[in-house]
């Protein structure tokens, strides 16, 4: 479904030299799995013995259980789709191999032996294995079936190609992971034993997560148990699953009984990651031998959480963060825009509303850095016949506080004149009504710049620019477009993040952030803003979720539409299909705005700059996207 699997790390309850006790386990955990329609499931390294028997290992009576144990999981779970990856020990030409075996359908489909021996501290493993690292190309016999058998194997169904390594290698230098990847795996599964000191379990968490974002892939981690020896360390059964550098389910927690996990991995995403990045594109790319595996389950339905503020970092510590950042690089990015023309002076519309809030902020933290003339920052709130006096007011108190240079001109007698020029009656509340009294403003301001030796510091942020929600050659021109990255929900929060911070500012902008999002273009009564944005095109919330995941993940609208039903709880799937709808007519039909754009800073993963990371035709047609939504 979507391109979405479900996987299980499991750490069973563990007898240690004891395979047959250990294979009950297993086969209950499997078979439980299976019911739950998951389509792989990772066992611990060497997991029918125990990592920790030490030269119990070279007991032929101990190996010989281990593969009567095997022999007995593929009996019971002949009937199953499930595929199973279990860590075991394999003999092979007079040597020992720590290895991981995959089987399904009670079949073994391949064993891939481990590449790096730890022999180090608590770690003594060369003194029974050795290193399968130059095993390519080979075979073994087990239990009586011709088995692939190397680092050379890749495992897949359809657009699921999974890799393995174990334990250890992860720390190496170069995993064997990162070419197991670039050669096509995109879930990668680490059957492990890793034990407990201090600091250790972040820093494997972090490995995981770190290695999953290097190879563009899902990463699932398994690690042995506390039934382990604890004669000199212990084992805690940690469970990782991540995809592409975020951790989507682990359980650390230390316990004698059995333990599994369950994530959803989205396949097409990372498939879809990968083929926008030029630098896994470039990566080595081995000829490893593929092993077909058969059905795999399918999930009935998505059982994975989506945040519905993608731009928006969901922990309040990264929040703080990355609005420093931010921030940092809009004042850093005018500083360096001002230089190279050889000014210190800026004209901006203030109008009360969040964009011109925070455009006239990160303008005044850039003069603050530099220790320039705040007078030389020149605000000017421009009323029409939709402005409200609480808007203006906002404008007013913000321009105060800051310092700057405030300055007041009424656009309304101006429009008049160009509505009698037009031949347009005022009467006549239609576009061009509104599109004069942007434009009259836009002319304004860039005339004002002209006359002073400045430049005009655009407002419009990225939504609105997604969405063509801006009159062209009105408020879609500046000289530098300071909020364009910036998508409307991230404004909201970085507006938090000012209010904050600064004390003096707090009431003002609390006022801001709680004032309808208008353009303030229509007449009103009573004071009282008539024309709400959000009520025409739809939610901003909505149409960012759409732009994020349509342009950053290349999800199809018909996922998009069933990954927002599951994000929202607060509207049904009919209201956000309708407002879809909306942002892909609009998305297409207004790309022509977006190719003469100003420039502007991208502080995101998403720009829409025909200069940065969106090169779209203004002629392309969006009616195959419609039709999956019908």
Same mark, same amino acid.
């Given at each position: 479904?979507?391109?979405?699997?479900?996987?299980?790390?499991?750490?069973?309850?563990?007898?240690?030299?004891?395979?047959?006790?250990?294979?009950?386990?297993?086969?209950?955990?499997?078979?439980?799995?299976?019911?739950?329609?998951?389509?792989?499931?990772?066992?611990?390294?060497?997991?029918?013995?125990?990592?920790?028997?030490?030269?119990?290992?070279?007991?032929?009576?101990?190996?010989?259980?281990?593969?009567?144990?095997?022999?007995?999981?593929?009996?019971?779970?002949? +009937?199953?789709?499930?595929?199973?990856?279990?860590?075991?020990?394999?003999?092979?030409?007079?040597?020992?191999?720590?290895?991981?075996?995959?089987?399904?359908?009670?079949?073994?489909?391949?064993?891939?032996?481990?590449?790096?021996?730890?022999?180090?501290?608590?770690?003594?493993?060369?003194?029974?294995?050795?290193?399968?690292?130059?095993?390519?190309?080979?075979?073994?016999?087990?239990?009586?079936?011709?088995?692939?058998?190397?680092?050379?194997?890749?495992?897949?169904?359809?657009?699921?190609?999974?890799?393995?390594?174990?334990?250890?290698?992860?720390?190496?230098?170069?995993?064997?992971?990162?070419?197991?990847?670039?050669?096509?795996?995109?879930?990668?599964?680490?059957?492990?034993?890793?034990?407990?000191?201090?600091?250790?379990?972040?820093?494997?968490?972090?490995?995981?997560?770190?290695?999953?974002?290097?190879?563009?892939?899902?990463?699932?981690?398994?690690?042995?148990?506390?039934?382990?020896?604890?004669?000199?360390?212990?084992?805690?059964?940690?469970?990782?699953?991540?995809?592409?550098?975020?951790?989507?389910?682990?359980?650390?927690?230390?316990?004698?009984?059995?333990?599994?996990?369950?994530?959803?991995?989205?396949?097409?995403?990372?498939?879809?990651?990968?083929?926008?990045?030029?630098?896994?594109?470039?990566?080595?790319?081995?000829?490893?031998?593929?092993?077909?595996?058969?059905?795999?389950?399918?999930?009935?339905?998505?059982?994975?959480?989506?945040?519905?503020?993608?731009?928006?970092?969901?922990?309040?510590?990264?929040?703080?963060?990355?609005?420093? +950042?931010?921030?940092?690089?809009?004042?850093?990015?005018?500083?360096?825009?001002?230089?190279?023309?050889?000014?210190?002076?800026?004209?901006?519309?203030?109008?009360?509303?969040?964009?011109?809030?925070?455009?006239?902020?990160?303008?005044?933290?850039?003069?603050?850095?530099?220790?320039?003339?705040?007078?030389?920052?020149?605000?000017?709130?421009?009323?029409?016949?939709?402005?409200?006096?609480?808007?203006?007011?906002?404008?007013?108190?913000?321009?105060?506080?800051?310092?700057?240079?405030?300055?007041?001109?009424?656009?309304?007698?101006?429009?008049?004149?160009?509505?009698?020029?037009?031949?347009?009656?005022?009467?006549?509340?239609?576009?061009?009504?509104?599109?004069?009294?942007?434009?009259?403003?836009?002319?304004?301001?860039?005339?004002?710049?002209?006359?002073?030796?400045?430049?005009?510091?655009?407002?419009?942020?990225?939504?609105?620019?997604?969405?063509?929600?801006?009159?062209?050659?009105?408020?879609?021109?500046?000289?530098?477009?300071?909020?364009?990255?910036?998508?409307?929900?991230?404004?909201?929060?970085?507006?938090?993040?000012?209010?904050?911070?600064?004390?003096?500012?707090?009431?003002?902008?609390?006022?801001?952030?709680?004032?309808?999002?208008?353009?303030?273009?229509?007449?009103? +009564?009573?004071?009282?803003?008539?024309?709400?944005?959000?009520?025409?095109?739809?939610?901003? +919330?909505?149409?960012?979720?759409?732009?994020?995941?349509?342009?950053?993940?290349?999800?199809?609208?018909?996922?998009?539409?069933?990954?927002?039903?599951?994000?929202?709880?607060?509207?049904?799937?009919?209201?956000?299909?309708?407002?879809?709808?909306?942002?892909?007519?609009?998305?297409?039909?207004?790309?022509?705005?977006?190719?003469?754009?100003?420039?502007?800073?991208?502080?995101?993963?998403?720009?829409?700059?025909?200069?940065?990371?969106?090169?779209?035709?203004?002629?392309?047609?969006?009616?195959?996207?419609?039709?999956?939504?019908?």
């Amino acid at each position: 479904m979507f391109g979405i699997i479900k996987v299980a790390s499991s750490s069973p309850k563990l007898t240690l030299a004891n395979p047959k006790e250990n294979a009950k386990e297993i086969i209950s955990i499997i078979k439980n799995a299976d019911e739950k329609n998951s389509a792989i499931i990772l066992f611990p390294e060497l997991a029918l013995i125990g990592y920790s028997v030490n030269d119990l290992i070279f007991q032929t009576t101990l190996l010989e259980a281990q593969y009567k144990a095997l022999e007995k999981i593929l009996k019971d779970t002949k +009937e199953l789709n499930i595929v199973s990856i279990i860590g075991i020990a394999i003999k092979h030409n007079s040597r020992l191999y720590n290895s991981a075996v995959v089987i399904q359908n009670g079949n073994i489909l391949g064993v891939v032996p481990k590449s790096y021996i730890p022999n180090k501290q608590e770690f003594y493993e060369l003194r029974h294995f050795n290193s399968g690292k130059n095993i390519k190309n080979e075979y073994i016999n087990l239990l009586n079936n011709k088995t692939p058998f190397g680092v050379d194997l890749l495992f897949k169904k359809e657009n699921v190609i999974f890799g393995i390594e174990i334990c250890e290698d992860l720390w190496a230098v170069t995993p064997p992971s990162s070419l197991l990847a670039s050669s096509g795996a995109n879930i990668i599964f680490n059957p492990s034993a890793s034990n407990e000191i201090i600091g250790k379990a972040n820093y494997r968490a972090e490995l995981v997560k770190t290695q999953s974002a290097r190879v563009l892939s899902a990463y699932v981690y398994a690690s042995s148990s506390l039934g382990e020896s604890s004669t000199d360390t212990i084992f805690s059964g940690d469970l990782i699953i991540s995809e592409y550098g975020t951790i989507l389910k682990r359980d650390k927690d230390i316990s004698f009984n059995s333990k599994v996990i369950y994530a959803n991995i989205d396949i097409e995403r990372v498939s879809n990651l990968r083929v926008i990045d030029t630098s896994y594109n470039q990566s080595d790319i081995s000829q490893l031998r593929v092993v077909e595996l058969s059905t795999l389950n399918q999930i009935k339905k998505i059982e994975r959480a989506y945040n519905p503020h993608p731009f928006v970092p969901k922990n309040i510590d990264k929040r703080e963060e990355v609005c420093e +950042e931010i921030t940092n690089i809009q004042a850093y990015a005018l500083i360096r825009r001002l230089k190279q023309i050889g000014i210190t002076k800026t004209v901006i519309g203030v109008s009360g509303g969040l964009d011109s809030t925070l455009a006239l902020l990160s303008i005044h933290k850039a003069y603050s850095i530099m220790g320039w003339d705040f007078k030389d920052i020149i605000a000017v709130t421009m009323p029409g016949f939709g402005t409200t006096s609480t808007t203006k007011s906002s404008a007013y108190q913000l321009c105060k506080i800051l310092g700057v240079t405030f300055k007041s001109v009424d656009i309304t007698p101006l429009a008049l004149e160009e509505f009698k020029a037009i031949e347009h009656s005022p009467n006549d509340l239609s576009v061009t009504y509104e599109n004069v009294q942007a434009r009259t403003r836009t002319s304004i301001l860039m005339n004002m710049a002209n006359k002073i030796g400045a430049i005009v510091v655009g407002t419009g942020d990225l939504s609105e620019i997604a969405l063509g929600w801006n009159t062209y050659n009105g408020d879609h021109m500046s000289m530098y477009a300071l909020n364009s990255g910036i998508p409307k929900t991230l404004i909201k929060y970085l507006i938090e993040f000012y209010a904050h911070h600064t004390s003096e500012l707090k009431d003002v902008l609390e006022q801001i952030l709680n004032t309808p999002i208008s353009p303030e273009l229509l007449p009103h +009564e009573n004071d009282k803003i008539e024309q709400v944005t959000e009520d025409i095109i739809g939610p901003y +919330e909505l149409h960012d979720f759409f732009l994020y995941h349509f342009i950053r993940e290349g999800f199809s609208p018909k996922k998009i539409l069933e990954i927002a039903d599951i994000a929202f709880d607060k509207y049904d799937k009919d209201t956000i299909k309708k407002w879809l709808k909306l942002f892909i007519k609009r998305f297409f039909t207004q790309q022509f705005k977006r190719s003469c754009m100003p420039d502007g800073p991208m502080v995101g993963t998403i720009s829409l700059s025909p200069r940065a990371n969106w090169r779209m035709q203004s002629d392309a047609d969006y009616k195959i996207f419609l039709e999956e939504l019908e």
